[in-house]
């Protein structure tokens, strides 16, 4: 997994979004501006979370497309909401994490797997979620490569 598919440019701090739809465009905006995936690829996300719910428990989701979405995927890359308020997904789940995902060919594979890893430990979603600086995300993100 390259170093550069999260980056500080690809994290925003301190989001306040109203509807989980929001947060995921939010998320879904990041990979749009910084050239990993094409417009299209929100409407993927928003598709896969009608499926079925990208929440995965301790307080994160980690949106991404639909199987049918690989074409709208230029690079693979990450982008990181932190909404230290919470965000309603539905079914109570309160979401402070958002981890939106593209993969190119299977490097998603990969992509979860770190995340699984860092996301398993609720001593790391606490320091993600109080974290002040992109840097902060970064190192956490770091320890586990």
């Known amino acids: 997994m390259t170093t550069t598919i999260l980056a500080k440019e690809n994290i925003i701090l301190n989001a306040s979004v109203a509807t989980k739809e929001e947060a995921i465009r939010l998320t879904g905006s990041i ?26 428990g301790n307080f994160v989701a980690i949106p991404h497309g639909t199987e049918d979405s690989k074409s709208f995927v230029k690079e693979s890359g990450i982008s990181f909401v932190q909404v ?37 430990e609720e001593e790391n979603i606490e320091k993600l979620v109080s974290a002040k600086s992109a840097d902060e995300i970064l190192a956490i993100f770091a320890e586990v490569n």
């Open 84 to 120: 230290p308020e919470g965000v309603d997904f539905g079914s109570g789940n309160i979401v402070k994490l958002l981890i939106g995902i593209a993969g190119k060919d299977n490097e998603h594979l990969d992509i979860l797997s770190n995340i699984a890893i860092v996301c398993s």
């Open 31 to 56: 990979l749009v501006d910084k050239g990993y995936v094409d417009a299209d690829y929100i409407e993927k996300m928003m598709e896969r979370e009608a499926l079925t719910s990208t929440y995965m």
